[in-house]
């Protein structure tokens, strides 16, 4: 089984592992339970399941335009082995911060989503989401689309954004270009 993140990157972690709530049906125990940890760290056991989720996402179709607009942008993410993790990086900006989303009440545990993010290169007041890809059966239409992966990711950015100083917004490429004006 996979670990993730060891107690090493706990403590080291810009944005350190944490649990989401769970929450649970009355009428159904267990069914709508969710229970999702968050880290900054990958280890590098996962490098399959996030080359699978970020680059050959079946959903990926919804949003190909705008992917292909960011992508010619910022380049294609690479993902980086560093010492015991991964990373991902773009060409035009080189490391950027990126958040895992993990579904705990799965056996095993199972990466469900990533967001890429960084203060963008043009305007310092504005934190960039570059990408945010999410397994097919957490997406909106999945079978676990109650868990709500990628709002939970969004928020986690927009809460990264609002305790960094000079941030003031916050701006999603896809699907619709958005700009969030951060209170």
């Given at each position: 089984?996979r ?11 810009f ?27 990958l ?5 399959d ?11 990926q ?46 056996t ?19 934190m960039?989401?570059?990408?945010l ?13 109650n868990?709500?992966v ?31 004006e951060l209170?």
């Amino acid at each position: 089984m996979r670990s993730y993140p060891p107690s090493e990157w706990t403590a080291l972690s810009f944005f350190p592992y944490r649990s989401g709530a769970v929450t649970a049906n009355p009428k159904h125990p267990g069914r709508n339970s969710v229970k999702l940890g968050f880290s900054s760290k990958l280890g590098l056991a996962w490098r399959d399941e996030l080359e699978r989720i970020v680059f050959f996402n079946p959903d990926q179709a919804r949003v190909r335009d705008a992917i292909s607009t960011a992508v010619s942008r910022f380049g294609v993410p690479l993902i980086v082995e560093d010492g015991p993790s991964l990373r991902l990086s773009v060409p035009a900006l080189g490391t950027i911060q990126s958040l895992f989303a993990f579904d705990e009440l799965s056996t095993p545990t199972k990466l469900v989503g990533v967001v890429m993010f960084v203060r963008a290169p043009d305007d310092p007041s504005t934190m960039l989401i570059l990408h945010l890809a999410v397994h097919e059966d957490y997406a909106p239409n999945g079978s676990h689309a109650n868990k709500w992966v990628p709002s939970r990711l969004m928020s986690l950015v927009r809460d990264v954004a609002r305790r960094t100083s000079g941030i003031t917004s916050l701006e999603v490429l896809y699907p619709h270009g958005r700009r969030i004006e951060l209170r």
